[in-house]
């Protein structure tokens, strides 16, 4: 997979509405809320052009009975796929356009640290742009190695997820 960084769209949040419409109808009475998470979901912020989305459910197991339904739309059914108690699944192969991470209403540390980070990003530009920045450089620098591009930004997701963390509790 190339690694994509780009100045933020405002068509994302269509996108995202749009694609939250077709999960409500096949989840159903199973979904409480369906989120806009990750880089795309943060006007202003440099982005992989790859749409997340968060539908919190009822119960998790029950997501997948949904599978068929979800390849129906395009998607790729992962499973947890490294995330205990999630259910992810993806569009678009090599050029992914959407990820789902559905996660069980009763997992807030998974469904915390997703808004927190989204929500923190939101309200402090400069660490958006800082983010952003690291972003482009090391999508310019990896372009054909994802893994790469992964690592070069884990010390500051982690350091990110830290400080909006400790600053979504204090709200």
């Known amino acids: ?9 405002d068509e994302w949040t269509q996108q995202f509405s749009e694609e939250s419409q077709k999960m409500k109808e ?17 006007p202003g912020l440099k982005a992989k052009p790859i749409i997340d989305i ?20 395009g998607y790729e059914c992962m499973g947890e796929f490294g995330i205990k108690g999630r259910r992810y699944f993806r569009k678009g192969a090599e050029h992914r356009t ?5 996660f069980q209403e009763d997992n807030k540390d998974d ?26 450089s090391l ?17 500051f997701v982690k350091e990110l997820e830290r400080k909006a963390l400790h600053w979504y509790k204090m709200m």
Do not use: C, W
């Open 111 to 136: 469904i915390t640290r997703h808004l927190a980070v989204r929500d923190y990003l939101r309200t402090h530009p400069d660490e958006a742009r800082a983010y952003g920045d690291l972003k482009e």
């Open 139 to 155: 999508a310019k620098r990896f372009p054909r190695d994802f893994e790469a591009y992964k690592d070069g930004k884990d010390m």
């Open 26 to 42: 096949i989840f159903g009475d199973e979904v409480i809320d369906i989120y806009h998470i990750g880089s795309t979901s943060v």
């Open 1 to 9: 997979m190339n690694v994509v960084v780009t100045e933020y769209r």
């Open 98 to 102: 959407h990820q789902v991470h559905v």
């Open 54 to 73: 968060m539908p919190v459910v009822k119960d998790i197991k029950k997501i997948d009975s949904y599978n068929e339904q979800m390849q129906g739309l």
